[in-house]
């Protein structure tokens, strides 16, 4: 039986090196696999950091494989705006092109990420008639009806994303995925991560957060996270702290606690980054100044400065009276 991991990644020059960042806490992680390919879906890599790349796979024993995808995604009917850096995200949708046919399934990871220990468990999901596995995101039911999904359903991370491609090549979703930028006109909320969870309807399977553990877990307990969100289910917070204690995937997204190559980040694995960074070709990689945007350090601020029954009920009734508009 093949014992083959594939994983995938998406990236523009600007991101590379946070791919390979990502990519080699993934190779030094595991060992429960005889082989590790990994595709990169090129948006814009530069010769330089390709090299790179290739480096860390070949020296880890791994396999890397490269696909151009500005072919791919001039085919989208999408409508950015001033956020066409954005693009390189919808690489995604084309998994089940990209992927070779002799896999059935495919690990996605965003680049601003870290691999700490076995995704055994998570390769090994019996998907049965599901789509994609993924850890429930903090995203409030409200955003559930703007995409076109019943309340209840557990919207998924697509950072991190377990995809079925048998069922995905079967059911050509790639299509759906296309009908649904149409239906909104090129512009779905949440963009590429809106799309997967709107054409995945109920057909999904919801893992152990330990696989895909973001900023607002560190910030926010599981009970403050299903209040702000008003989410009727979440996971427990026994869940949430053995997670935090032993992570699988840390995924440095956008939070209170900043992301561990910029300036005022307190991330409690900011230290476990900077330690894969220095084994990689990007050893001399500088700290950037903090890109959060001033509303996010002022709701950080507040956060931190009034109780906390206070800060729940301005921030529930803020968001519904948004989603009123």
């Not at 090129?186 to 054409?199: E, F, R, S």
């Not at 694995?269 to 950037?288: D, H, I």
């Amino acid at each position: 039986m093949d014992n083959t991991l594939v994983a995938a990644y998406s990236a523009d020059d600007k991101y590379a090196h946070y791919l390979g960042i990502s990519m080699k806490s993934l190779f030094e992680s595991q060992q429960d696999f005889s082989k590790i390919h990994v595709i990169v879906m090129d948006c814009g890599i530069k010769e330089d950091n390709r090299q790179k790349l290739k480096d860390i796979a070949i020296n880890a024993g791994g396999e890397i494989t490269f696909a151009n995808m500005q072919g791919q995604l001039e085919k989208l009917n999408l409508n950015l705006g001033d956020k066409t850096w954005f693009v390189a995200s919808y690489a995604r949708l084309f998994l089940a092109d990209i992927v070779p046919d002799k896999y059935d399934k495919v690990l996605y990871c965003d680049c601003d990420t870290i691999i700490k220990d076995s995704l055994k468990g998570f390769w090994n999901v019996d998907f049965k008639d599901e789509l994609i596995a993924g850890v429930q995101d903090t995203v409030d039911k409200f955003f559930l009806k703007a995409v076109g999904l019943p309340e209840g359903i557990k919207y998924i991370n697509a950072g991190v994303l377990l995809v079925n491609l048998k069922l995905w090549r079967e059911e050509n979703i790639k299509e759906e995925f296309k009908k649904i930028i149409d239906r909104f006109n090129g512009k779905v909320p949440h963009h590429d991560q809106g799309i997967i969870n709107c054409a995945g309807g109920e057909r999904r399977i919801i893992v152990p957060i330990k696989y895909n553990l973001t900023s607002n877990n560190y910030s926010f307990d599981a009970n403050t996270v299903k209040k702000m969100y008003f989410l009727d289910d979440y996971y427990s917070q026994s869940e949430v702290d053995a997670a935090i204690k032993n992570p699988v995937i840390v995924h440095f997204t956008t939070g209170l606690i900043g992301r561990p190559w910029e300036e005022g980040s307190n991330h409690p694995e900011r230290e476990a980054f900077w330690n894969t960074v220095a084994k990689t070709p990007w050893n001399e990689l500088e700290m950037l100044p903090d890109s959060r945007k001033k509303s996010l350090k002022i709701f950080t601020f507040v956060y931190e400065h009034i109780p906390r029954g206070l800060f729940i009920f301005l921030y529930r009734n803020a968001n519904f009276l948004l989603h009123l508009k």
